[in-house]
């Protein structure tokens, strides 16, 4: 079952990235349907499934499925698709594709989903850690370090919500170098992170700045490493 989800996941990839130019996507996007890489694209996808799976047409279904149902998913894509969606129509895009490789690989090889499985104290767990270090953290932080907010922070000059995206980022990295017991990777996080962030702190005009970064920066390590650590500890107490 794996190794057929693997095959499956694989062309996928190769159809929907490794072979699709930029030229591709802004046709389809302009000419929708009428488009000829719409379907030059989903002949990518036909060849590449053939390769993965090595030309064995006893996956008939699997080709038909697979092909026919990508071909309607992106359609509708096409058609939906705004210039405020893009995003979103892109995760559901994805989303839509991958159930349906997952109902094919259940068709040929049968698998249980429990959903008795969500409730094992190991998995819950793992998704407290997780909202944790991301949206617990954030609200911690953003709650903490707004006593000394001040005007210089909202620049023009930074992307929308940057920092939050960028600390949320790096508490997923600490937190899954700490499970991983990689606790030297930390380290190295920092020393890059300290790169990036040498120009903001040689331009500042005082020590505002400095310190607002500082204070940010170890406030997000902290609690990365307090979850993490947490995490570890109460595993231990129900393995």
């Known amino acids: 079952m794996i190794i057929l989800f693997i095959k499956l996941i694989l062309a996928h990839f190769i159809g929907d990235f490794l072979l699709q130019p930029q030229k591709w996507v802004t046709h389809k996007e302009s000419k929708k349907h009428k488009s000829k890489y719409l379907y030059y694209h989903i002949l990518v996808h036909f060849a590449a499934l053939l390769v993965v799976l090595q030309f064995n047409f006893e996956y008939w279904l699997a080709f038909v499925s697979i092909i026919l149902s990508h071909y309607i998913i992106d359609l509708i894509k096409l058609r939906l698709k705004t210039k405020s969606n893009g995003r979103l ?65 909202n620049s023009n000059l930074s992307l929308e919500n940057a920092g939050a995206f960028i600390g949320i980022l790096e508490r997923l990295f600490v937190f899954a170098l700490i499970i991983t017991q990689h606790w030297e990777g930390i380290g190295f996080i920092i020393a890059a992170k300290s790169v990036l962030r040498f120009s903001d702190l040689s331009k500042a005009k005082d020590r505002k700045l400095t310190e607002y970064i500082l204070i940010g920066t170890l406030l997000s390590f902290g609690l990365a490493v307090i979850f993490g650590v947490t995490y570890e500890y109460v595993l231990s107490l129900i393995q």
């Open 89 to 153: 129509l892109f995760g559901l895009d994805q989303l839509a594709h991958l159930i349906v490789i997952a109902i094919v690989v259940s068709i040929y090889q049968p698998y249980e989903l429990n959903i008795n499985s969500l409730y094992n104290p190991k998995f819950l767990l793992f998704i407290t850690a997780l909202l944790g270090v991301t949206v617990v953290s954030s609200i911690i932080m953003k709650t903490v370090i707004s006593k000394w907010y001040f005007k210089e922070n």
